[in-house]
């Protein structure tokens, strides 16, 4: 969906908007916030400065000239909007608007963001009280996602002095006029000044310092992070060797020394603005995770948050010398890319999906809360505004109290990455496919429900089977833990199935607890109705029958396997609980092979053209070393986790010879991530070509001709297969892929396919209905795609989960497609 469409008015919204023409020398920035990651990684952007905040004068309302407000904070104070007795809020304005996570940026009455069309990647103004198109500037070509990242710019725009100034995911800065969108002047960071691209787009935003644009463009020999003129956008100096990831520049005074703060992979350094001398740097080798983004916190503190944990460092100048020392690192603030939020002596951010509150001296965490969920916030005349996973704006309390929640309203179908901005006594929130305006209005929205009642009214509806039959007993009794002794000691087999229905039980003394997995198609953790009184949980689920899930439960922000489901698997530290629903059988290929098995050999590949060794294994079938007969050869993406999480050994040892060809299979790990979904997957699939197959083809008795060829893996994997296959098309006759999802030289792939004249490439396909979300709409896409073209792919679709239950159980079936015993 595009921008094309008008708005629609759905309220009207009771509050005095005066403008406040303001000079921002010093705005800031964003970072990448991604899933994930499944890790998710897609991009949100960060810029704060400052530990002073101002405020408006009374009664005045403040403009949010770049994604992190007017004071460079995330924070926005002064502007009387919740001063009465009772408030709510209700939408004004709502339209359709494409993919990007670019964050709102307002000035005036315009609105500035970035989206995608599918076909290009746009800058777009909106009139802040109707959302009417104002004009809108081409960037480049669609930036695609990969990897579970989506498409359209990632960078926020930022406002200073009537000029709007943006960065494209591809590397094209530009400068253009805030009231007609007319360009002053633009550049390719990347093919003029050599900046590096990461791999999933450049996400830092432009930051304004006095007459200069700082960028932190991440190229080699000194360009780390680069100056350009504001009025002619020439470059003024780079310094920096440091390579970059997401993070993005702040401008910040120490010991009366105003400087640009900058965090790289490597290094946090403090810069002279005019010259790009490094003043200072501290190795940030814990937080060089590519988010590490800088937050200041009181007069010398500053916060680096990324993945695992946050720390707060001093930094401290005598005469001139500078001194940076670590006052407290903690995983209090972890596991999300929100950007933390310090008001009057704490840190309001996420642990996971928490929302948390933590003593910025300390790093402690005061409390935690499940509600609202998981997204991103503001804070606003003191209180937080956090646009939660489902599309809610709501608006609590900030206070070391505890969470309060004082209302919220229903702003999108669904939440995203992208922040709230706010502006003119207006909400400014965005997904994927919509942008929308909230106003605040004396017209008292219903409170929010009690989450005890809700939890109390959410279980009544739930309360089917046995399992319902006992709680309603346990809830009319005194005794309840006599009870429920008893019929835990009558029921041993944890999760219980009746029907359709799987009911989880967990007891213990826990503040809170949910259950996550893969049989949620929403990927929320899902909380557990506790009795009353009692320290047992429970959740019914419905699900289908002879599938393979697996699971955890949540304990706050720490996932645990079922205490009361002995099946587990998966690597030691990611252990889940497993679970088969009624009708499932294990497929017998899985089981331990009672006939002649094959043998396993290892080989060191050193790749000259990727500049990475890693140890491939080489399964050999039985009867190999006792004649001279050639054979096929299957590569495997992922070849070490098929071999430990899916037995692929023990499939090809009791199906080779009855339902499957002798082969030769060589189980290739993955070296880096890039290899298959990211910008090297081409490299990769060239290695492969030109190393790989032909040392396999020396070294072992393989059948050297294509229709002896297949490649096959699971995600991320099966798309670097069937890429490979389109680019190789004389190496590889046969291709599979597991839950394909798109990567990012995903628009390569499709031109191939569109030029291929190999018609008769033999192509399987699978899913399940719980699969990925973007493997379950991606997989069909590609599938349909190739129909069109000619080529008749093989779809095995199941109703069944996702992971290596599901996807070793069709091992099977996929090899006797593409290897089938003669």
């Given amino acids: 969906m595009g921008a094309d469409d008008e708005p629609h008015a759905v309220g009207t919204v009771g509050v005095h908007t005066v403008w406040c023409a303001q000079s921002f020398n010093d705005p800031r920035s964003e970072t990448l916030n991604k899933k994930s990651l499944s890790l998710v990684l897609c991009g949100v952007l960060l810029s704060l400065a400052g530990a002073?905040?101002?405020?408006?004068?009374?009664?005045?309302?403040?403009?949010?000239?770049?994604?992190?407000?007017?004071?460079?904070?995330?924070?926005?104070?002064?502007?009387?909007?919740?001063?009465?007795?009772?408030f709510g809020l209700e939408t004004v304005w709502k339209r359709p608007l494409g993919s990007a996570y670019s964050g709102i940026s307002i000035v005036g009455e315009r609105v500035v963001t970035g989206?995608?069309?599918?076909?290009?990647?746009?800058?777009?103004?909106?009139?802040?009280?109707?959302?009417?198109?104002?004009?809108?500037?081409?960037?480049?070509?669609?930036?695609?996602?990969?990897?579970?990242?989506?498409?359209?710019?990632l960078a926020s725009p930022m406002i200073a002095d009537g000029k709007v100034y943006g960065l494209g995911a591809w590397g094209h800065l530009f400068a253009l006029e805030l009231a007609t969108g007319k360009p002053l002047w633009?550049?390719?960071?990347?093919?003029?000044?050599?900046?590096?691209?990461?791999?999933?787009?450049?996400?830092?935003?432009?930051?304004?310092?006095?007459?200069?644009?700082?960028?932190?463009?991440?190229?080699?020999?000194?360009?780390?992070?680069?100056?350009?003129?504001?009025?002619?956008?020439?470059?003024?100096?780079?310094?920096?060797?440091?390579?970059?990831?997401?993070?993005?520049?702040?401008?910040?005074?120490?010991?009366?020394?105003?400087?640009?703060?900058?965090?790289?992979?490597e290094h946090m350094m403090g810069l002279e603005?005019?010259?790009?001398?490094?003043?200072?740097?501290?190795?940030?080798?814990?937080?060089?995770?590519?988010?590490?983004?800088?937050?200041?916190?009181?007069?010398?503190?500053?916060?680096l948050t990324s993945w695992p944990e946050a720390a707060l460092f001093r930094i401290?100048?005598?005469?001139?010398?500078?001194?940076?020392?670590?006052?407290?690192?903690?995983?209090?603030?972890?596991?999300?890319?929100?950007?933390?939020?310090?008001?009057?002596?704490?840190?309001?951010?996420?642990?996971?999906?928490?929302?948390?509150?933590?003593?910025?001296?300390?790093?402690?965490?005061?409390?935690?809360?499940?509600?609202?969920?998981?997204?991103?916030?503001?804070?606003?005349?003191?209180?937080?505004?956090?646009?939660?996973?489902?599309?809610?704006?709501?608006?609590?309390?900030?206070?070391?109290?505890?969470?309060?929640?004082?209302?919220?309203?229903?702003?999108?179908d669904r939440g995203y990455f992208t922040r709230p901005s706010f502006a003119g006594g207006r909400f400014y929130v965005r997904n994927l496919t919509d942008i929308t305006a909230i106003g605040v209005t004396d017209k008292v929205a219903a409170p929010a429900m009690d989450k005890e009642v809700a939890r109390s009214e959410a279980?009544?509806?739930?309360?089917?089977?046995?399992?319902?039959?006992?709680?309603?007993?346990?809830?009319?009794?005194?005794?309840?833990?006599?009870?429920?002794?008893?019929?835990?000691?009558?029921?041993?087999?944890?999760?219980?199935?009746?029907?359709?229905?799987?009911?989880f039980v967990y007891r213990g003394q826990v503040e809170d607890l949910a259950l996550t997995g893969n049989l949620f198609l929403d990927g929320q953790d899902h909380p557990m109705h506790r009795l009353e009184g009692t320290d047992f949980y429970y959740l019914t689920v419905a699900l289908p029958k002879?599938?393979?899930?697996?699971?955890?439960?949540?304990?706050?922000?720490?996932?645990?396997?079922?205490?009361?489901?002995?099946?587990?698997?998966?690597?030691?530290?990611?252990?889940?609980?497993?679970?088969?629903?009624?009708?499932?059988?294990?497929?017998?290929?899985?089981?331990?092979p009672k006939g002649p098995r094959g043998t396993l050999e290892t080989m060191?590949?050193?790749?000259?053209?990727?500049?990475?060794?890693?140890?491939?294994?080489?399964?050999?079938?039985?009867?190999?070393?006792?004649?001279?007969?050639?054979?096929?050869?299957?590569?495997v993406n992922h070849g070490d986790q098929a071999l430990r999480f899916g037995a692929i050994n023990n499939s090809l040892d009791n199906l080779i010879g009855n339902k499957v060809a002798p082969m030769i299979v060589a189980l290739v790990p993955r070296a880096d991530w890039s290899e298959y979904s990211g910008s090297g997957t081409s490299d990769y699939t060239a290695a492969l070509a030109k190393e790989l197959i032909p040392t396999l083809d020396t070294s072992y008795r393989t059948l050297a001709m294509a229709e002896a060829r297949g490649i096959m893996g699971v995600g991320s994997a099966g798309f670097a297969s069937i890429y490979a296959a389109f680019d190789q098309p004389e190496l590889f006759g046969k291709a599979a892929a597991q839950s394909f999802y798109k990567g990012e030289q995903h628009d390569d792939l499709v031109s191939m396919i569109d030029a291929s004249k190999a018609r008769d490439l033999q192509l399987v396909f699978h899913w399940s209905s719980y699969d990925y979300e973007n493997a379950r709409s991606d997989g069909p896409e590609l599938v349909t795609h190739l129909e069109k073209h000619g080529f008749k792919p093989s779809v095995i679709q199941v109703d069944d989960g996702v992971g290596w239950g599901m996807w070793s159980a069709r091992t099977g079936s996929i090899l006797a497609e593409l290897f089938p015993a003669r």
């Fill in 604 to 635: 060191q590949w050193k790749s000259e053209l990727l500049g990475r060794e890693r140890e491939v294994q080489i399964y050999l079938p039985g009867g190999y070393s006792d004649g001279d007969t050639r054979y096929p050869l299957l590569v």
């Fill in 546 to 592: 002879a599938a393979h899930f697996s699971y955890q439960y949540t304990i706050f922000d720490e996932r645990v396997t079922d205490p009361l489901n002995p099946n587990t698997f998966g690597p030691e530290g990611g252990e889940q609980s497993a679970l088969t629903t009624a009708g499932w059988q294990t497929p017998a290929h899985l089981a331990e």
């Fill in 273 to 303: 603005p005019a010259t790009g001398k490094v003043l200072w740097q501290h190795e940030n080798n814990e937080n060089g995770d590519g988010f590490a983004q800088p937050v200041p916190v009181g007069e010398d503190g500053v916060l």
């Fill in 316 to 412: 401290t100048k005598a005469g001139s010398d500078y001194q940076v020392e670590e006052a407290w690192r903690s995983p209090a603030l972890r596991g999300n890319y929100a950007i933390p939020i310090p008001y009057e002596g704490h840190l309001y951010g996420f642990s996971g999906r928490f929302l948390t509150c933590v003593d910025a001296k300390t790093g402690e965490t005061v409390w935690k809360s499940r509600p609202p969920g998981g997204g991103n916030l503001v804070l606003v005349d003191g209180h937080l505004v956090i646009q939660a996973p489902s599309g809610e704006l709501v608006v609590a309390e900030a206070s070391p109290e505890g969470y309060r929640e004082k209302t919220r309203v229903q702003a999108l």
């Fill in 115 to 153: 989206f995608s069309d599918g076909t290009s990647d746009f800058l777009i103004s909106l009139d802040a009280a109707t959302g009417k198109e104002q004009w809108r500037f081409k960037i480049s070509e669609t930036y695609k996602g990969h990897d579970g990242s989506d498409d359209g710019p």
């Fill in 186 to 265: 633009a550049h390719h960071v990347v093919e003029k000044f050599g900046a590096r691209k990461p791999e999933y787009g450049f996400t830092t935003t432009p930051t304004v310092v006095d007459q200069l644009l700082i960028v932190e463009t991440g190229g080699d020999a000194g360009r780390s992070i680069s100056a350009f003129d504001r009025t002619s956008g020439e470059l003024r100096w780079s310094t920096g060797d440091d390579s970059v990831g997401y993070q993005s520049p702040i401008a910040l005074s120490v010991g009366g020394t105003r400087q640009i703060l900058a965090v790289t992979n």
């Fill in 459 to 503: 279980a009544e509806g739930e309360l089917r089977g046995t399992l319902g039959s006992f709680v309603r007993k346990v809830m009319a009794v005194d005794d309840k833990r006599a009870l429920i002794d008893a019929f835990m000691a009558e029921h041993t087999e944890w999760p219980m199935q009746e029907g359709d229905d799987v009911h």
């Fill in 52 to 86: 002073e905040v101002s405020s408006a004068a009374p009664g005045t309302m403040r403009d949010w000239p770049q994604w992190s407000g007017p004071d460079h904070n995330l924070t926005s104070l002064g502007n009387g909007i919740f001063d009465r007795e009772s």
